[in-house]
């Protein structure tokens, strides 16, 4: 990594958590994303998810079918865990490797989850086999129990299930996803166990008022929810600490402005647009520019057991004011990135 007050090089980076969707948003937002990223870990929560070999492989084509022949970008591929499925899925889509990781859903916890887990005991026989084959088990770590406070769904998930399920097959290998609060970074960091976590560019920008300030505000609604301040400040801290354990997943989850902007407004945020810039001005901001590199480029595919990327990108400072909304193609449609109308203070030169 080459670092000077103006100017950042660093190896290519990996994003170890996105979603693509599908169709025409597809098409709109996975561009930003390869602009930037050599690799991508994509999620598999479509409509319908996938849950088959035969839909991960025509899933990554689409996907391959409209990066532009200039941009050198590989998805990696996940499968959706139900109660339904084969163990014979698993073995054998890692085996050809179609799959780099299994993910688990648990049943209505984010946007087209209602096919995912109601009980975790239900796949143990999936489990075992994920941990016997060395798949990388990627987990949205929330439980669902309406009894149980939304703000309070994270920190219960880490007692209640992944605890347990981590005494129960010691081997695992866990990634807890786009983790929001104090609690999970204390069990990462400290954990006995092989498990990593990944961070979000807006879970490190704002906290829980971000939603509620001058009203609703639907763009800065995700799940898991950003949690309040001290919880923010646990995760630039984690982010920022060096520790391996830690690493770059943007969750970038693109929804058009309509489906956000209503009377049951969408979870997620898209920041595909601009996510590597936010990191790095968190990184200036905590005084820790010389360790954007190892969150970015290189504690992710340690874990992954994946190689370094060759190629380096280069991080300018000029501030820039981040574009209102994304259209999609000429269409009226748009979406609205993280920091819309907000001044970044780096910009990557494409």
């Known amino acids: 990594m ?18 693509l969707r599908d169709g025409n948003i597809l098409n709109t937002v996975v561009v930003p994303t390869a602009r ?3 690799r991508a870990v994509v999620m598999p929560n479509l409509q319908p ?104 769904r994270e920190a219960a998930f880490i007692e209640q299930i992944l605890d347990p399920l981590l005494h129960r097959f010691p081997a695992l290998r866990v990634v807890l996803e786009h983790i929001t609060t104090e609690d999970s970074v204390e069990y990462v960091g400290n ?11 807006h879970h490190l920008h704002i906290n829980r008022n971000a939603m509620f300030e001058g009203g609703i505000r639907s763009d800065f609604y995700c799940l898991p929810v950003a949690k309040r301040e001290y919880h923010r400040l646990a995760l630039r801290r984690a982010a920022t600490s060096g520790k391996p354990c830690f690493f770059l997943g943007t969750d970038s989850a693109p929804h058009l402005r309509a489906f956000k902007e209503t009377s049951c407004g969408c979870a997620g945020i898209f920041n595909a647009l601009n996510a590597i810039e936010s990191y790095a001005q968190v990184f200036e901001e905590e005084d820790a520019l010389d360790r954007l590199e190892a ?9 992954y057991g994946l190689p370094f990327n060759e190629k380096k990108i280069t991080l300018i400072r000029k501030p820039h004011r981040v574009p209102s909304s994304l259209h999609l193609g000429k269409t009226s449609e748009h979406i609205v990135p993280f920091h819309a109308g907000e001044i970044l203070n780096w910009l990557c030169e494409r």
């Open 49 to 152: 998810p996938i849950t088959t070999i035969q839909t991960a492989i025509a899933y990554k084509e689409r996907i391959l079918n409209v990066i532009p022949k200039e941009l050198d970008f590989t998805p990696l591929m996940t499968l959706y865990l139900t109660e339904t499925l084969s163990r014979e899925v698993i073995r054998k889509g890692f085996a050809e490797g179609v799959f780099v990781a299994a993910k688990l859903y648990p049943a209505n916890s984010t946007t087209n989850s209602k096919d995912g887990v109601t009980d975790i005991r239900n796949i143990y026989s999936l489990i075992e086999t994920i941990e016997e084959v060395g798949l990388p088990l990627l987990i949205h770590g929330e439980v669902t129990n309406q009894d149980v406070d939304i703000f309070d």
């Open 2 to 19: 080459n670092l000077s007050p103006e100017k950042i090089t660093l190896r290519q980076p990996d994003d170890w958590h996105v979603h």
């Open 295 to 303: 969150f970015s480029s290189e504690f992710g595919p340690i874990f």
């Open 191 to 201: 954990s006995k166990f092989n498990i990593a976590a990944t961070i979000t560019p």
């Open 36 to 38: 930037i990223f050599r």
